[in-house]
């Protein structure tokens, strides 16, 4: 089992930069690729980042790209996700979830989720 935990969460303007974060405890930290995910209302999962086990390789969903930076510290057992020049179109319930092995933006292959922390952008 893996437990996640997501916060940083918030309210914040267009235009504005907010950095989640996602704390794991249980098995060993390093084994499982993360990945963050987000779901709008109305909207289904969608995938928004991915680092592998060591950090060394990200993904990141086309509309994010150059705005999001995902990053983990497996010393901390913890993945982060700066979110810059945020838009309107980015409020949503921001989830993370590990796999083992390596990464993918495919969600059913996420074997542990958090509980969601919330995003609005104001515009």
């Known amino acids: 089992q893996v437990q996640l935990v997501e916060s940083g969460g918030g309210l914040v303007q267009a235009g504005g930069s907010l950095r989640l974060s996602c704390a794991a405890s249980?098995?060993?930290?390093?084994?499982?690729?993360m990945g963050w995910f987000r779901q709008a209302p109305g909207k289904e999962r969608e995938f928004v980042a991915a680092?592998?086990?060591?950090?060394?390789?990200?993904y990141y969903a086309d509309s994010v790209k150059g705005r999001f930076t995902i990053s983990r510290d497996n010393a901390k057992n913890t993945v982060d996700l700066q979110m810059n020049s945020l838009k309107p179109e980015d409020t949503a319930v921001y989830y993370c979830?590990?796999?083992?092995?390596?990464?993918?933006?495919?969600?059913?292959?996420?074997?542990?989720w958090g509980q969601g922390t919330q995003v609005a952008v104001s515009s």
């Open positions: 979830a590990a796999k083992p092995l390596h990464y993918s933006d495919y969600p059913r292959s996420y074997s542990y």
């Open positions: 249980g098995r060993t930290f390093s084994n499982y690729a």
């Open positions: 680092i592998d086990r060591n950090g060394g390789s990200t």
